[in-house]
């Protein structure tokens, strides 16, 4: 069979050695990991610059992330399949995908962040129903299950597989599933979302993570889900822009990308009026009472700039733009909100991640400072690699874009 | 506070840990012992905190003042082994519990996956993890103890306030007939207190009126670490020196001078 | 049915789905989780019976018993024995470490012949045959086998000693250390008899001048645990707040050159407020002349920086005391007090009615000789290295053809390296009864490796500053890990094939004569005991005054030095003492702001550094007459302004990865002194200069 027959119909594609060009850059960053994965794996952990202080890095804070700005996923399904937004259907393919790229990323950093990979399974058969981890470990499984399930339609609509009628007919009762799946992916992504921030607010021993909450739930719990909400549809909306870009062809009608912005613009505002009433509250509150000022919280390194920087640039700023129309019209404004938004959510993520570490709480302990090793980085790459790969093969041979065609014409 | 997140449970033996700073001369025969007693690895590289495996520290505190009226003491920490541990309820795999009669806090080699969340969670940096496998000199590895396993790379391990002597007292008190949970103040005691020169560690049963720690921990002069964090430590300090214990928790008030 | 590639799907699904509904998948993944457990590149740790033995340390001062844990027949940990009365259950971090010691990479495995710069193994025959055809060819020829012996406790020195007096020679040298200089002291110039012991427990006030009495001091085990039991109101005088200061309820900052000036200021006020003191002892009278014609107070005050209200107030709480005792004596443990600190600390307790009186000094018998044709023990004592070096060095002595050393490092621990390196390569043929690859061996002809003290028998008498006569004796804790042999045993054939029989046949039979002549119970001995006893020597020969004394203090007053920054040396036993190197749980210890990579740390205050031109973390050179040494600077705000502190027992060049390479040896910055008045040698803590090689970081 010919390369040629395994591309969608009525749409371009690139010449297959060109991809496969493609293809091999992005094969290179996978080789880069794999190198450090040898190293990880032949030595041990030493290999990177995690330390006793740092227990938590680069790949706890990027899995953060990668996790956060995938809850397009979810969220999207769950305004396309039970809000009933339909115009998100020009997108919602692709929103699938990215979400399964971010949470099996997500599950390959795992595999070399903790010591005992080969023990992995134990958060499965030993859970400790008190620890925040577990719920994540749990909801993350289940949730990748559901992204699975979500993908299988996708992939089945293959130009080649479709012809199959089984493979048809396996899509076509899948497609009517479909809003199921998308209520359990929902239900499951509030609790991972939420309680990989639970994670930090429940540290009572680290008062810069520490929140007061709601029953059993820090703020950080609801903090996380609305920061997740507010950025994973702009993140999806982003990526199609970028592709539209490296490719030369239109994917996603403007009006769809407009309306991912306003959805996240106003998200983006709820989040930032519960996040700033939080730094307030924790401020006045846990620090105090922990025996803290604000300023301590902070050094050169791991300065307040981090807090305005999420705050200003990747908060307020984005969330102006996004919910203005005439700014949100303009395509560069729209993208570069997106941008901005994402980016609040990273130093978010990071912040909690690391600053959190290395705050000192003993009163003759010190600051130290921690930057990912080569082996951290590289890793992380493939996993970038790795996630664009999937991409570009679903792109090239997966119908991913219903209005494709006609934006092409 | 997130006040569900607390395990409490409270035992009938509470071993804990009265460290006098004004009798600590910064020897460092603790934390030899401590090494020796526990099979932890040997280094070509000398202490740093970020990478080496140890359970007992010996800090060097400073009253912040210049010469000639800087002061100085050393407070050796161990585990805190923390009446409401911060470690326990966060450990995804269940490797760290506090659920034996004495509360110590355990940590489980063969079920840690390695996580570190539990370092995470720990503001005493008692806990450190196993970056490489251990090494020991050719020869060296014949004085290893059997009172405990040599832990591979990728798990976390801290102080057990040699919790293989407390076996072993419980083992011999069983043996002469009596009752393993009413042990005499000598018949455990962890390495580091059992070589202190100075007898500056002393170890019992808070509980116990019997055992001198009880006593110590009630006097005026004793102080936790943070404990405005509400981790209730186990290991208490004792100093006459007020710039000491203020250098036990964090305080809000830095108007005066740390050293008074 | 045909395989074709619908078929094969189908089989490979069924079989996915098949085989997950069987344990076999489930069992694997379990079993690779033990599999994690039991990597066998992890140790196994072999089980057996756990009891305990009794051994003495002898890794250098100071000599006690400990207890080491064995599992089966292994050593595996050591811990305090709380029966020997000279540390009761306390163990320093030195001794924490010996039984790792015993596997160091280090340890020479069987005897070395060096040749063509290279050592090569050779057998126990063919090295004793070396041996004792050198020394036959030596015998009768005056002073040319020579020995340092860094064991000052050990019956085997008597040997030693008794050999070389066998071949001619008296050139016996215990390596210089607080035992000769006190000997030099006490028995020479003030013409004492015995050892000086000191009685802290029966104290109820002690003032150090200069040691670091619960670190590195005389036994420090024991001070400390008498400390930890407040036994005595503890007050520190010297220039740095260290590890006996951080604990001392006062730290009183005096340079060290500036520690016998305090103790005759406090001998001015004694005097003047208790005019009777000492009135029985001979020479007192010119001394208390001496004092108050010399300003001494004023000298005092400006040297030490303290006001004469400190200094007499200091005298009151001396007075006051029921039993004041002072502790002159070098900061480091090693060489480094002179003659006129010694003096006047001495002269201080004996003014405050403190000789041989419970909690003061004990003048202790020298123990009895049981070789019948050695020298006697103040006889080998008497030996003075460092003169003796000065004097090959400078070619007024000829070096003899032949040099033993016995559990010392000289190479490494001796100062002023350009001079006695000199003297000491100037020796022909050198042997080494050393353990340890270390710089000493490294340098000799022949190495003989002694038994680690774990796997030998040996005795301590009367380590120094112990409150009275005492003997250890300890037996073999485990089998010989490599092939040496018992150096003592090994000498006693020696000296019979040399017709110099001394009249034992083995060396536990020497021991167990001593023993019987103390009176000892052998058994309660090798199991851990010890005997003791509290004679202690009348003085009719003491004296405090002479034109020598008179001379030492004169002299004392000059003070010219080129460099402007004292040099404060400062010992920990984590790192070792002079004999051994860095033990392998010792160098954990050690913290960021001492050791970082292999660079160490100086330690001065900012004002110095201000000074200096330089911050913290600079890399500097720190210069004396004799040589210089490279560190990074760490401020320490519990050091005196114009002192650097300089740690000792790093700068090793041999020995294992644990000690080479790490740091410089503080050693060779310490030049050799010859005292006026009291001819005695030693090596005062000199003044430096302070250079920045580059920016702090």
Same mark, same amino acid.
């Given at each position: 069979m010919l390369e040629q027959e395994l591309i969608p119909e009525g749409v371009k594609r690139c010449s297959p050695g060109k991809f496969a060009a493609w293809i091999g850059i992005l094969l290179l960053f996978v080789l880069w990991g794999l190198c450090a994965a040898f190293l990880i794996y032949g030595f041990g952990l030493g290999v990177t610059n995690l330390n006793n202080y740092f227990a938590f890095g680069l790949w706890i804070a990027v899995d953060l992330i990668v996790i956060a700005l995938g809850a397009g996923a979810f969220f999207s399904g769950f305004l396309k399949y039970i809000l009933g937004i339909d115009e998100l259907k020009n997108i919602i393919n692709l929103a699938v995908v990215v979400g399964f790229v971010c949470y099996t990323g997500a599950l390959m950093l795992l595999a070399f962040e903790i010591g005992q990979p080969l023990r992995g399974w134990f958060g499965y058969w030993h859970a400790n129903v008190h620890s925040m981890l577990t719920e994540v470990i749990f909801c993350i499984t289940c949730y990748l299950i559901v992204l699975c399930i979500e993908f299988v339609p996708i992939i089945l609509e293959n130009r080649q597989i479709h012809k199959k009628p089984l493979f048809r007919n396996l899509a076509h009762n899948f497609h009517i599933t479909m809003p199921l799946f998308a209520a359990v992916g929902t239900f499951l992504s509030f609790f991972h979302q939420g309680s990989l921030g639970g994670m930090f607010g429940v540290l009572f021993g680290r008062p810069f993570a520490l929140r007061e909450g709601f029953f059993i739930w820090p703020w950080t719990f609801f903090l996380f889900i609305l920061s997740a909400i507010a950025s994973g549809p702009v993140f999806i909306m982003l990526i199609s822009a970028i592709m539209e870009k490296t490719s030369g062809r239109k994917l996603v009608p403007f009006s769809t990308k407009k309306l991912l912005g306003k959805i996240s613009g106003l998200l983006l505002c709820i989040y930032l009026f519960f996040r700033i009433l939080d730094v307030w509250s924790w401020a006045s509150g846990v620090l105090p009472r922990t025996g803290f000022t604000f300023d301590e919280m902070f050094n050169q390194f791991y300065g307040q700039w981090l807090l305005w920087l999420e705050l200003g640039v990747g908060g307020l700023l984005p969330a102006i733009i996004l919910m203005t129309p005439s700014l949100r019209a303009r395509s560069w404004l729209l993208y570069t909100a997106a941008a901005l938004a994402c980016l609040g959510v990273v130093v978010n993520r990071y912040v909690f991640a690391v600053q959190t570490l290395a705050v000192p709480v003993m009163p003759f302990d010190q600051w130290f400072a921690y930057l990912p090793s080569w082996t951290e980085w590289g890793t992380t790459f493939m996993m970038v690699g790795y996630s664009a790969l999937v991409v570009s093969l679903a792109y090239r041979y997966l119908p991913l874009f219903p209005r494709e065609r006609e934006l092409n014409a | 506070m997130a006040e569900t997140m607390q395990i409490r449970e409270e035992f009938e033996i509470k071993w804990g840990m009265v460290i006098d700073v004004d009798k600590c001369t910064g020897c460092g025969a603790c934390q030899v012992a401590c090494q020796a007693e526990n099979n932890i690895p040997p280094s070509t590289q000398s202490f740093n905190r970020l990478e080496s495996v140890h359970w007992l520290y010996?800090?060097?505190?400073?009253?912040?003042?210049?010469?000639?009226?800087?002061?100085?003491?050393?407070?050796?920490?161990?585990?805190?082994?923390?009446?409401?541990?911060?470690?326990?309820?966060?450990?995804?795999?269940?490797?760290?519990?506090?659920?034996?009669?004495?509360?110590?806090?355990?940590?489980?080699?063969?079920?840690?996956?390695?996580?570190?969340?539990?370092?995470?969670?720990?503001?005493?940096?008692?806990?450190?993890?196993?970056?490489?496998?251990?090494?020991?000199?050719?020869?060296?590895?014949?004085?290893?103890?059997?009172?405990?396993?040599?832990?591979?790379?990728?798990?976390?391990?801290?102080?057990?306030?040699?919790?293989?002597?407390?076996?072993?007292?419980?083992?011999?008190?069983?043996?002469?007939?009596?009752?393993?949970?009413?042990?005499?103040?000598?018949?455990?005691?962890?390495?580091?207190?059992?070589?202190?020169?100075?007898?500056?560690?002393?170890?019992?049963?808070?509980?116990?009126?019997?055992?001198?720690?009880?006593?110590?921990?009630?006097?005026?002069?004793?102080?936790?670490?943070?404990?405005?964090?509400?981790?209730?430590?186990?290991?208490?300090?004792?100093?006459?020196?007020?710039?000491?214990?203020?250098?036990?928790?964090?305080?809000?008030?830095?108007?005066?001078?740390?050293?008074? | 049915?045909?395989?074709?590639?619908?078929?094969?799907?189908?089989?490979?699904?069924?079989?996915?789905?098949?085989?997950?509904?069987?344990?076999?998948?489930?069992?694997?993944?379990?079993?690779?989780?033990?599999?994690?457990?039991?990597?066998?590149?992890?140790?196994?740790?072999?089980?057996?019976?756990?009891?305990?033995?009794?051994?003495?340390?002898?890794?250098?001062?100071?000599?006690?018993?400990?207890?080491?844990?064995?599992?089966?027949?292994?050593?595996?940990?050591?811990?305090?024995?709380?029966?020997?009365?000279?540390?009761?259950?306390?163990?320093?971090?030195?001794?924490?470490?010996?039984?790792?010691?015993?596997?160091?990479?280090?340890?020479?495995?069987?005897?070395?012949?060096?040749?063509?710069?290279?050592?090569?193994?050779?057998?126990?025959?063919?090295?004793?045959?070396?041996?004792?055809?050198?020394?036959?060819?030596?015998?009768?020829?005056?002073?040319?086998?020579?020995?340092?012996?860094?064991?000052?406790?050990?019956?085997?020195?008597?040997?030693?000693?008794?050999?070389?007096?066998?071949?001619?020679?008296?050139?016996?040298?215990?390596?210089?250390?607080?035992?000769?200089?006190?000997?030099?002291?006490?028995?020479?110039?003030?013409?004492?008899?015995?050892?000086?012991?000191?009685?802290?427990?029966?104290?109820?006030?002690?003032?150090?001048?200069?040691?670091?009495?619960?670190?590195?001091?005389?036994?420090?085990?024991?001070?400390?645990?008498?400390?930890?039991?407040?036994?005595?109101?503890?007050?520190?005088?010297?220039?740095?707040?260290?590890?006996?200061?951080?604990?001392?309820?006062?730290?009183?900052?005096?340079?060290?050159?500036?520690?016998?000036?305090?103790?005759?200021?406090?001998?001015?006020?004694?005097?003047?407020?208790?005019?009777?003191?000492?009135?029985?002892?001979?020479?007192?009278?010119?001394?208390?002349?001496?004092?108050?014609?010399?300003?001494?107070?004023?000298?005092?005050?400006?040297?030490?920086?303290?006001?004469?209200?400190?200094?007499?107030?200091?005298?009151?709480?001396?007075?006051?005391?029921?039993?004041?005792?002072?502790?002159?004596?070098?900061?480091?443990?090693?060489?480094?007090?002179?003659?006129?600190?010694?003096?006047?600390?001495?002269?201080? =307790? !004996? *003014?405050?009615?403190?000789?041989?009186? &419970?909690? %003061?000094?004990?003048?202790? /018998? $020298?123990?009895?000789?049981?070789?019948?044709?050695?020298?006697?023990?103040?006889?080998?004592?008497?030996? =003075? !290295? *460092?003169?003796?070096?000065?004097?090959? &060095?400078? %070619?007024?002595?000829?070096? /003899? $053809?032949?040099?033993?050393?016995?559990?010392?490092?000289?190479?490494?621990?001796?100062?002023?390296?350009?001079?006695?390196?000199?003297?000491?390569?100037?020796?022909?043929?050198?042997?080494?009864?050393?353990?340890?690859?270390?710089?000493?061996?490294?340098?000799?002809?022949?190495?003989?490796?002694?038994?680690?003290?774990?796997?030998?028998?040996?005795?301590?008498?009367?380590?120094?500053?112990?409150?009275?006569?005492?003997?250890?004796?300890?037996?073999?804790?485990?089998?010989?890990?490599?092939?040496?042999?018992?150096?003592?045993?090994?000498?006693?054939?020696?000296?019979?094939?040399?017709?110099?029989?001394?009249?034992?046949?083995?060396?536990?039979?020497?021991?167990?004569?001593?023993?019987?002549?103390?009176?000892?119970?052998?058994?309660?001995?090798?199991?851990?005991?010890?005997?003791?006893?509290?004679?202690?020597?009348?003085?009719?020969?003491?004296?405090?005054?002479?034109?020598?004394?008179?001379?030492?203090?004169?002299?004392?007053?000059?003070?010219?030095d080129e460099y402007q920054v004292h040099l404060v040396p400062q010992s920990h036993r984590k790192t070792g003492t002079p004999q051994t190197a860095i033990p392998p749980f010792g160098l954990k210890t050690l913290r960021e702001d001492e050791l970082e990579g292999d660079t160490f740390f100086v330690r001065l205050n900012r004002q110095t550094a201000r000074k200096n031109g330089v911050r913290e973390g600079s890399l500097v050179t720190i210069s004396s007459p004799e040589g210089s040494c490279q560190a990074k600077v760490n401020l320490d705000e519990g050091v005196m302004t114009d002192a650097v502190v300089i740690p000792q027992g790093f700068g090793h060049t041999e020995w294992d990865a644990f000690s080479r390479d790490k740091g410089d040896n503080a050693h060779q910055l310490l030049g050799i002194r010859s005292e006026p008045g009291s001819g005695m040698a030693y090596c005062p803590s000199p003044r430096v200069r302070i250079d920045k090689i580059e920016a702090a970081r």
């Open positions: - | 010996v800090y060097k505190l400073d009253n912040g003042l210049p010469y000639p009226d800087n002061d100085i003491a050393y407070l050796p920490r161990p585990c805190m082994q923390c009446g409401n541990p911060p470690c326990v309820t966060v450990c995804p795999v269940i490797a760290t519990t506090k659920e034996e009669e004495g509360g110590i806090v355990s940590q489980i080699y063969p079920r840690c996956i390695g996580c570190r969340y539990c370092m995470a969670a720990c503001p005493y940096h008692s806990r450190v993890f196993n970056w490489f496998d251990p090494q020991w000199p050719r020869g060296m590895d014949k004085t290893l103890t059997p009172y405990t396993s040599v832990r591979p790379r990728g798990v976390v391990e801290k102080c057990t306030f040699c919790h293989h002597r407390f076996q072993l007292a419980k083992r011999r008190a069983r043996a002469e007939g009596r009752d393993p949970h009413h042990l005499r103040e000598e018949e455990y005691i962890p390495a580091c207190a059992e070589v202190c020169p100075t007898g500056a560690i002393v170890f019992g049963d808070l509980k116990n009126p019997r055992h001198r720690v009880h006593q110590l921990a009630q006097s005026e002069h004793a102080f936790r670490l943070l404990e405005r964090l509400g981790t209730d430590p186990q290991v208490y300090y004792l100093s006459r020196r007020s710039w000491v214990r203020r250098q036990g928790d964090n305080h809000v008030q830095k108007d005066q001078q740390r050293g008074e | 049915m045909a395989l074709d590639r619908r078929g094969f799907l189908k089989f490979v699904a069924g079989g996915v789905i098949g085989t997950g509904l069987t344990p076999l998948p489930w069992k694997v993944v379990d079993d690779v989780s033990i599999w994690t457990q039991n990597w066998p590149w992890i140790a196994n740790i072999p089980d057996g019976e756990i009891h305990s033995a009794p051994a003495l340390v002898k890794l250098g001062q100071p000599e006690y018993g400990i207890r080491v844990t064995k599992v089966e027949d292994r050593p595996v940990t050591a811990s305090g024995n709380p029966d020997h009365p000279l540390s009761r259950g306390a163990i320093d971090p030195l001794a924490a470490s010996s039984v790792q010691l015993l596997h160091s990479p280090s340890r020479i495995s069987q005897p070395l012949k060096k040749s063509d710069g290279e050592f090569e193994a050779i057998s126990w025959e063919q090295a004793s045959r070396i041996l004792i055809e050198k020394l036959a060819g030596l015998k009768g020829q005056r002073g040319q086998v020579a020995c340092v012996s860094g064991d000052e406790t050990s019956t085997a020195n008597e040997i030693l000693a008794g050999l070389l007096r066998g071949l001619g020679s008296e050139k016996f040298f215990f390596h210089p250390g607080e035992t000769t200089l006190y000997h030099h002291i006490w028995q020479k110039l003030m013409g004492g008899r015995g050892h000086i012991g000191f009685d802290l427990s029966g104290a109820d006030l002690v003032l150090s001048l200069g040691p670091d009495l619960l670190e590195s001091w005389g036994n420090a085990v024991s001070h400390q645990r008498l400390f930890g039991e407040d036994a005595f109101r503890l007050l520190y005088a010297g220039p740095v707040r260290n590890n006996t200061a951080a604990v001392a309820e006062r730290w009183i900052p005096v340079h060290s050159d500036a520690l016998g000036h305090l103790a005759l200021a406090l001998i001015h006020h004694v005097l003047e407020q208790r005019p009777l003191a000492g009135k029985d002892l001979p020479g007192v009278n010119s001394l208390a002349r001496y004092v108050r014609r010399n300003s001494t107070q004023v000298q005092a005050q400006k040297k030490t920086g303290l006001s004469q209200k400190t200094i007499r107030s200091l005298a009151r709480e001396l007075l006051e005391a029921e039993r004041p005792l002072v502790v002159p004596g070098s900061l480091d443990g090693v060489c480094g007090v002179s003659g006129l600190d010694l003096y006047s600390g001495l002269c201080l =307790n !004996l *003014l405050l009615g403190r000789l041989n009186t &419970a909690g %003061g000094l004990q003048c202790i /018998p $020298e123990p009895p000789k049981v070789v019948r044709d050695a020298p006697s023990w103040p006889e080998m004592r008497s030996g =003075n !290295l *460092l003169a003796e070096l000065q004097g090959i &060095a400078q %070619g007024s002595t000829s070096a /003899p $053809e032949l040099l033993f050393f016995y559990e010392t490092n000289p190479m490494y621990s001796l100062p002023d390296k350009e001079l006695t390196h000199k003297a000491l390569e100037a020796v022909p043929y050198k042997i080494s009864f050393s353990q340890f690859m270390d710089e000493t061996s490294a340098s000799c002809d022949l190495v003989l490796p002694h038994h680690y003290f774990l796997e030998r028998l040996d005795d301590a008498f009367t380590p120094f500053s112990s409150p009275s006569a005492n003997y250890s004796v300890a037996q073999p804790v485990v089998d010989p890990v490599h092939a040496t042999q018992s150096v003592p045993d090994l000498l006693l054939d020696i000296s019979r094939e040399l017709d110099l029989d001394p009249g034992f046949a083995s060396y536990e039979a020497m021991l167990k004569e001593k023993a019987r002549i103390l009176g000892a119970d052998w058994k309660k001995l090798i199991s851990g005991g010890m005997w003791q006893n509290s004679t202690v020597l009348s003085q009719n020969s003491l004296k405090l005054w002479d034109e020598g004394i008179r001379r030492m203090l004169d002299k004392s007053r000059d003070s010219a």
